[in-house]
């Protein structure tokens, strides 16, 4: 009987109407199976624990790319620097939003705690070689704006 429908709706012009989702995120549950919000950071220990997790994350871009500066120097490779340059940028991205954490906490009512990043990130400026090499092309884009590019071209 299934079949003979199938082969009416196939046969039938008129499609039936097509399936609409909506697409909701899923509720965050804590450990005891209460509801955590994500709209607006209020809970000091839910703010507390991301901070704990973003500096645990820097500490290891950071090793990752001493490792990454340490292999690039003995051979350079296009994929290590590419991963080297993403994650320079991305340990930058990662310590200015632990920075705003640790003022969240600061600045909670009440009873805001301070949190001190000095002692548990290391002083990072960024990877040596990225700097270097964005030196060298910035030295480069200014010779050619400056006309000492002697490639022997003719300009008219």
């Known amino acids: 009987m299934h079949g003979l429908k199938l082969i009416k709706m196939a046969n039938n012009s008129t499609k039936p109407p097509p399936r609409q989702y909506t697409v909701q995120t899923a509720p965050r549950l804590s450990s005891n199976g209460t509801l955590i919000s994500n709209e607006n950071d209020t809970n000091p220990v839910l703010l507390e624990a991301k901070l ?17 500066e340490q292999a690039l120097q003995e051979e350079m490779d296009n994929e290590l620097l590419s991963a ?19 003022i969240k906490l600061k600045n909670m009512k009440p009873g805001g705690v301070e949190v001190s ?15 270097q090499m964005k030196k060298k092309k910035k030295e480069e884009v200014g010779k050619k704006k400056d006309g000492s590019d002697d490639s022997g071209g003719m300009y008219l």
Not at 117 to 131: A, C
């Open 52 to 68: 704990l997790e973003s500096i645990t994350s820097i500490n290891k871009l950071i090793s990752s790319n001493t490792q990454l």
């Open 84 to 102: 080297l340059i993403e994650n320079d940028e991305l340990i930058i991205r990662k310590i200015d939003n632990a920075r705003m954490l640790s």
């Open 117 to 131: 990043l000095n002692d548990k990130i290391p002083m990072y400026i960024g990877s040596e070689l990225v700097q």
